[in-house]
């Protein structure tokens, strides 16, 4: 038996012009900018940004391609980007991944055992980044890129957002849940109804 997502969540894109993609969201759509955020050198990346119309912290993310980006990148480490001998997966601007909404954390957990139970490959497991959500990343058979999330930071009636920690991966078997929730902090409060944690 599968994972059942709770809702489809955001979508990514990746942008030959990331600026103008997002001036045309923001106008057109009215959508908000919740965060920026500047890619590591290596990345085939420049800069990402994280945008939303309601007071989930994004329902749209959008990477922009570096110049001369050919995504020929060998590393495994950075979602859409990845080729090895028998497949190839490259940066190009276009759909860059599709994310589900998970109900709990042990749905992201059972999802991690799933994915190994039916030798589907995990790109990452990670923390951290515009959103603070917890993530898992595969590819389906069509080669589009999956992410399963839990526990998104909420906008509040200022509109502001809270700083986030720098992308990690983690090992999620073996992830500390509650020191998470508790750093999470109490603005975040429906994590508890399936995680009591003492304060």
């Given amino acids: 038996m599968g994972i059942r997502p709770a809702a489809i969540g955001h979508v990514g894109l ?28 290596a ?13 989930e ?11 001369g980006a050919d995504g020929s990148s060998e590393r495994k480490g950075q979602p859409g980007t990845w080729s090895n001998e028998k497949d190839k997966r490259t940066a ?16 992201l957990r059972r999802a991690a055992v799933l994915c190994r139970e039916e030798n589907v490959e995990i790109q990452g497991t990670r923390k951290g980044g515009p959103g603070s959500q917890l993530r898992i990343y595969f590819w389906d058979p069509e080669d589009n890129l999956i992410e399963l999330f839990w526990a ?10 809270r700083k986030y920690a720098p992308v990690e991966e983690i090992d999620i078997e073996t992830f500390d849940i509650e020191g998470w929730i508790r750093a999470k902090g109490s603005a ?6 399936n995680h009591p944690v003492e304060n």
């Fill in 43 to 55: 990345s085939p990346y420049s800069k990402g940004a994280w945008i939303r119309c309601n007071t």
């Fill in 188 to 193: 975040f409060t429906y994590v508890a109804v």
């Fill in 14 to 41: 990746v942008a030959n012009d990331v600026d103008r993609l997002v001036d045309f969201y923001c106008k057109i759509l009215g959508m908000e900018v919740s965060d920026w955020m500047t890619f590591p050198e």
């Fill in 152 to 161: 998104m930071d909420q906008i509040g009636w200022d509109g502001a957002t």
């Fill in 57 to 67: 912290h994004h329902v749209m993310s959008i990477f922009g391609l570096k110049d």
């Fill in 92 to 107: 190009a601007a276009g759909l860059h991944h599709i994310a589900f909404e998970l109900s709990d954390f042990e749905d």
